[in-house]
C-alpha cells in the first residue's frame, strides 16, 4: 500500500494515477493541465431547504405506495371477476383477453408504484450528497506475494509433487484424473442410436401411392392442373403413427404440373408423369418446406432463407444459400389411374450433410 | 472477540431492541456485522449508463420467478394428443403434449397468459440490456484492466442468455419453434464428419424424434440458468470488489470512486428500480402480445409459415446464413461440405470471440499494465470507438439480412436486391464506418479543445464599434474544464533506433513492428487531438477580445 500513500502526497496525481508501482504505462503527451478542483460543494436541494416541499415529495411517495396497493387489490378482485375466456375491445390495442389485460395494468402499475416510490424518496428525501471512497489495488503488495510463494512452496516440497522422485506416482495420477471423465463421455452413447443408412431412406417405394395432404386421398394426374401445386405424402404413413413426424420430415413432396415444352430438363420430365413432377419439398439448405410455388416462373422459394429452386430446371438452385436441387421422386401411374412412386428419391431429401456425398 | 459479544449482549440483554438482539443473535453465526462493516456505506456512482447491467439483472430475476411458475403447468412432452381444451380453432387437432400444455396456459390457466408473456417480454429485454450494458462497457473502456475477467464473465453471459432463450422459444412446439429447430437440425448435420452422429444422439433418432422438447426442457430450466446465476453472482462479487468505474470529473481520480452509500441511496435506488423494471415489462406484457403461439399452430416438419424468424437475439446469425451463397462441395466424391452453412455458422461465433478477446488484444497493442476505474469517453479513444462501431455496422447488416423477408414485405423491395444489398454491406460498411466514427471522435475533440480554450457560446452577440459583430464566449467553470482535459494522451510506441549505440544492427521481431504499427493507429497524429495546455489557455484568456 506504500505506493498509494506515496501517489496521494503527490499534488500532480491527476485521474490516471497508478495504484500499483509495478505496473507499466505508456507515455503520455501532456498531463493534466488544469488542476483538479475537487469535489464541488454539496448544493442543497429544494427539498433539503424548504419544509413544505420536503411536505409535497412525502405526499408524492406515499401516493404512490396508495396506489399501489389499491392495484394490487385490483389485481385479485380481477383474477376473481374476469371470465379467462372474455374478449374486450379496448382502443388502441384491438381485441385483447379482458383478464391478461385487467392483470397485466393493475400487477405492472402495482409493481412499479412500488418502484417509483422508492426511487422517489431517494431522490428527494435521502442525503444526495456525493462521498469519495479510497480504491486499494487489486493485486497484492510484495510482502504479502513473497509470504504466498514461501508458503506455497513449502506445500509443494511437503506433498513431494513437483520432486523428482516420486514421478511415477504424480504422472499415474494426471492419467487417472484425466481418464475419469471418459465414463462420462461413454454414457452419452445411447443418448440415440447410430446414423446408419436412416437418412438415405424415406417411406416411398416402388408402387407406393402419392396421397393429397389435405384430404388423405390418393392423387390422380388430372387432379393435378397445369399452374398448380399439390402437396402431398406418401400413402403408407399415418398422422397416428409413432414416427409420423419422422416420415414426414423426409418424405414429404410437392406435385407441380409444367406444360411439356416448359421443362427444361430432359431428365426431370422423363421422371415426370405427363408433364407432372414430383420434387422433395424439404429444402436442401437446412429443412423447411420450400413450398412458396410462383405459378408463371415454376419458382420455388423456401420461406426460411429464400432458397430458390426452378422446377422446370430439374429444380436446379437460383438463389439463396441452398447447395443442391431438391430431389425428385420417379412417379407413374398404376393399373387403377393413381399416381404412384416408381422408386424411393435417388439422393437423401433435406438438408445436406457429411456422408451425403 | 465472541466473549466480548456475549458480554456486550448479557449486559444489555432486556434493553437492547429486537431488531439488535436479532442482528446480534445473526452476527454469532454469520459475522453479519462485519460483513455490514464492509458492505454497508459502500460508495456507489451513480450515471444514467449504469443502470443498463441493472435492467438486465432485474429482468434476469423475473425471469426466473416466472419460469419457475410456468414449469408448474408446462408439459415437457413430445407424445401426440388430440386437443381439447377452449380455444375453439384447435379443437381435435393433432398436437404434442408441450403445445397443448402450451395453449393451457394460454387460455385455460387464469394470469397464465400473463405470465408466459412477462417471462418472453423478460427474456427479450434480458438480452437487449445485456448487449446494450456491453456496449456501454467496450466504448468507455471499462473491461481494461483489472476488469478484464468480468468482461469475459459478462460476455459468457451474453452467449448463455442466447443459448437460454433459444431452447426457451424451442419448447412450445408450436410450427415457428418447431422451425427453428428443424434449422438447428440442419445445423448440426452440416458439421464434418461427426454431424450425422450429433444429430441422433441430441435427438435420439431421426428428427424430429421425441427426446427434444424433453431435452432442451432440462436445459433450458436447470442447466443453463443454473449457470447463467452462478456466473452473474460471480460478476456482482468482482463488481463489488472493483469497485464501480466512475467518470472523469472534479474531485474524481483513479484512486477514489465518488457516489452515494449503500444503504440507504443505492439500496432504495436500485430496489426501487427493480420494481420499476418488473413493473414495466408486466405491463408491456399486459398490452402487447408476444410469439402468439395459438395462430399457426402445432409444429409439423412438412409445413412452415412465411415470416419465420428466431428472436432479435440471434437474428444476426440467421441473417448470416441468409447472405450466404449456396456454395456445397463434394470432397473425393463421397463426402459433402455444406459451406453454405458451415461458413456463415463459424462466422457467427468468430464474430462474437473478436470483441470477447478485444481486452487483451487492446492491453498488448499499447503495453499498459495499470488499474483503470475511470470510465474513458468513446471520442478520446478514436481508434477503439472505430471498431466497435465498425463491428457494430457488421453486427447490424446481418441482423438486417436476418429479416430480409420482413424488409422486402413492408417497403415493397426485392428480396434479392436486399440480400445482395447486406452481401456487400457486410464487408464494405464496417470500413466505411470504421473512417467515419474516427472522423467524429476527432470532430468531437477539436470540439471540446475549442470549448476548453475559448469558453461556451452564450449566444449573445456583441456589436464592436467598428461594426463587426462578435459573438461572447463565457469561459468553462474551473471543474468543467478539467473534466475536458482529464483524459490522458499517450504516445504511440516507438521502435527502438535501427542500430543501437554500439553500432549494431538491432533485431526487431514483426510482431513488435505489428505492434508499433497499431500502437500509431491507437495513438498517432491522426488518432488524437492535442488537447489544451495550459499555455495556450493562458495565452488566449490574456489576449485582447480575441475569441
Given at each position: 500500500m506504500s505506493s498509494q500513500t506515496e501517489h496521494h502526497n503527490d499534488v500532480s496525481g491527476g485521474?490516471?494515477?497508478?495504484?500499483?508501482?509495478t505496473e507499466q504505462a505508456p507515455a503520455t503527451v501532456a498531463e493534466h493541465p488544469f488542476a483538479d478542483p475537487g469535489l464541488p460543494e454539496h448544493q442543497p436541494r429544494r427539498q433539503d431547504i424548504d419544509e413544505r416541499a420536503a411536505k409535497r415529495s412525502e405526499r408524492m411517495v406515499t401516493l404512490l405506495f396508495l396506489t399501489s396497493i389499491l392495484a394490487t387489490v385490483g389485481f385479485i378482485v380481477a383474477f376473481a371477476l374476469i371470465p379467462v375466456d372474455e374478449i374486450v375491445h379496448i382502443w388502441p390495442f384491438g381485441h385483447v383477453s379482458a383478464l391478461n389485460f385487467a392483470l397485466g395494468l393493475t400487477l405492472g402499475t402495482a409493481l412499479f408504484c412500488v418502484g417509483a416510490g422508492a426511487v422517489h424518496w431517494a431522490r428527494t428525501l435521502m442525503s444526495d450528497a456525493e462521498v469519495p471512497e479510497e480504491r486499494h489495488a487489486v493485486g497484492a503488495p510484495e510482502p504479502v506475494k513473497e509470504d504466498v510463494l514461501t508458503e506455497f512452496r513449502a506445500g509443494v516440497r511437503e506433498s513431494g509433487i513437483g520432486l523428482g522422485r516420486r514421478k511415477l506416482m504424480r504422472n499415474t495420477m494426471i492419467g487417472a484424473v484425466g481418464l475419469v471423465p471418459l465414463s462420462g463421455v461413454v454414457l452419452l452413447r445411447d443418448l440415440g442410436p447410430a446414423p446408419g443408412d436412416k437418412l438415405?431412406?424415406?417411406a416411398w417405394a416402388e408402387g407406393v401411392r402419392i396421397v393429397n395432404q389435405n384430404t388423405g386421398e390418393p392423387l390422380r394426374p388430372e387432379d393435378i392442373t397445369v399452374g398448380s401445386l399439390v402437396q402431398a405424402a406418401p400413402a403408407t404413413i399415418d398422422h397416428h403413427d409413432e414416427d409420423f413426424h419422422a416420415q414426414i420430415a423426409k418424405a414429404a413432396v410437392m406435385l407441380v404440373r409444367i406444360e411439356p415444352e416448359d421443362i427444361k430438363d430432359p431428365r426431370s420430365a422423363e421422371w415426370g408423369h405427363e408433364g407432372i413432377l414430383?420434387?422433395?419439398?424439404?429444402?436442401?439448405?437446412?429443412?423447411?418446406?420450400?413450398t412458396l410455388y410462383e405459378q408463371q416462373t415454376h419458382h420455388a422459394l423456401c420461406p426460411c432463407h429464400q432458397s430458390t429452386f426452378d422446377l422446370a430446371d430439374g429444380a436446379r438452385v437460383l438463389f439463396g444459400p441452398a447447395g443442391h436441387p431438391l430431389p425428385q421422386l420417379r412417379i407413374g401411374k398404376d393399373e387403377e389411374g393413381y399416381l404412384v412412386a416408381l422408386a424411393d428419391f435417388e439422393q437423401p431429401p433435406g438438408p445436406s450433410f457429411w456422408e451425403r456425398g | 472477540m465472541s466473549t466480548a459479544t456475549d458480554e456486550r449482549t448479557t449486559a444489555r440483554r432486556g434493553k437492547a431492541p429486537a431488531g439488535e438482539r436479532l442482528a446480534d443473535w445473526a452476527d454469532g453465526r454469520l459475522g453479519v456485522y462485519g460483513a455490514a462493516k464492509y458492505g454497508m456505506r459502500k460508495v456507489f456512482p451513480d450515471h444514467w449508463s449504469f443502470l443498463?447491467?441493472?435492467i438486465a439483472l432485474f429482468s434476469f430475476i423475473i425471469v426466473l420467478l416466472t419460469g419457475v411458475y410456468l414449469t408448474l403447468f408446462f408439459v415437457p412432452s413430445m407424445a401426440q394428443v388430440e386437443y381439447h381444451g377452449s380455444y375453439v380453432p384447435m379443437q381435435g387437432q393433432l398436437m404434442s403434449e408441450a403445445y397443448a400444455s402450451t395453449l393451457d396456459i394460454s387460455f385455460d390457466v387464469r394470469g397464465g397468459l400473463l405470465v408466459r408473456q412477462i417471462h418472453h417480454w423478460g427474456a427479450l429485454i434480458f438480452v437487449v440490456a445485456i448487449f446494450i450494458h456491453m456496449m456501454r462497457v467496450f466504448f468507455t473502456g471499462a473491461f481494461r484492466k483489472p476488469r478484464e475477467i468480468n468482461w469475459l464473465f459478462g460476455f459468457t453471459l451474453f452467449i448463455l442468455a442466447l443459448f437460454t432463450g433459444l431452447t426457451g422459444y424451442s419448447l412450445p412446439d408450436d410450427l415457428l419453434s418447431g422451425t427453428g429447430i428443424r434449422f438447428m437440425e440442419g445445423a448440426i448435420l452440416a458439421t464434418p464428419v461427426v454431424g450425422t452422429w450429433i444429430?441422433?444422439?441430441l435427438f435420439g433418432g431421426e428428427f424430429p424424434g421425441h427426446d427434444i422438447i424433453p431435452r432442451f426442457f432440462v436445459i433450458h430450466v436447470l442447466l443453463l440458468p443454473g449457470l447463467l446465476l452462478a456466473?452473474?453472482?460471480a460478476h456482482l462479487i468482482l463488481i463489488v470488489f472493483h469497485k464501480h468505474t466512475h467518470y472523469a470529473g472534479p474531485g474524481k481520480t483513479n484512486t477514489n470512486v465518488v457516489g452515494m452509500p449503500f444503504f440507504p441511496v443505492y439500496m432504495a435506488k436500485a430496489g426501487g428500480f427493480t420494481f420499476i423494471v418488473f413493473g414495466v415489462i408486466t405491463l408491456i406484457a399486459g398490452t402487447v402480445t408476444i410469439n402468439p403461439v395459438w395462430t399457426i399452430g402445432p409444429y409439423r416438419p412438412e409445413t412452415v409459415s412465411t415470416n419465420?424468424?428466431?428472436?432479435?437475439?440471434?437474428?444476426?446469425?440467421?441473417?448470416?446464413?441468409?447472405?450466404m451463397p449456396g456454395w456445397e462441395i463434394v470432397l473425393f466424391g463421397d463426402y459433402t461440405l455444406n459451406l453454405g452453412l458451415l461458413i456463415p455458422l463459424g462466422v457467427f461465433p468468430a464474430m462474437l470471440v473478436v470483441l470477447m478477446l478485444y481486452p487483451f488484444f487492446e492491453s498488448w497493442v499499447t503495453k499498459d499494465t495499470r488499474e483503470h476505474h475511470i470510465a474513458q469517453r468513446p471520442r478520446n479513444v478514436p481508434t477503439r470507438t472505430a471498431f466497435g462501431m465498425a463491428w457494430l455496422s457488421a453486427y447490424f447488416v446481418a441482423l438486417v439480412a436476418g429479416g430480409n423477408d420482413v424488409w422486402a414485405i413492408n417497403f415493397n423491395l426485392s428480396i434479392n436486391a436486399i440480400t445482395w444489398f447486406c452481401r456487400i454491406g457486410f464487408f464494405v460498411l464496417p470500413v466505411l464506418v470504421f473512417f467515419l466514427t474516427r472522423r467524429i471522435c476527432l470532430g468531437l475533440q477539436r470540439r471540446d479543445r475549442d470549448k476548453v480554450l475559448h469558453g461556451r457560446e452564450t449566444g449573445i452577440i456583441k456589436r464592436l464599434p467598428h461594426g463587426e459583430f462578435i459573438e461572447v464566449h463565457e469561459p468553462l467553470p474551473p471543474a468543467e474544464r478539467y473534466k475536458l482535459t482529464a483524459h490522458e494522451q499517450p504516445r504511440p510506441l516507438s521502435l527502438p533506433p535501427a542500430v543501437d549505440e554500439n553500432g549494431v544492427e538491432r533485431k526487431v521481431g514483426p510482431l513488435e513492428k505489428l505492434r508499433a504499427r497499431l500502437s500509431r493507429g491507437y495513438y498517432g497524429e491522426q488518432a488524437q487531438i492535442p488537447k489544451a495546455t495550459a499555455e495556450e489557455y493562458r495565452e488566449i484568456t490574456s489576449g485582447h477580445g480575441h475569441h
Open positions: 485521474p490516471d494515477t497508478p495504484l500499483m508501482k438415405f431412406h424415406t414430383c420434387y422433395s419439398k424439404i429444402c436442401t439448405h437446412i429443412g423447411c418446406p420450400a | 443498463l447491467g441493472e444429430q441422433m444422439l456466473l452473474v453472482v419465420a424468424q428466431p428472436d432479435w437475439y440471434l437474428g444476426f446469425s440467421e441473417g448470416l446464413v441468409r447472405m
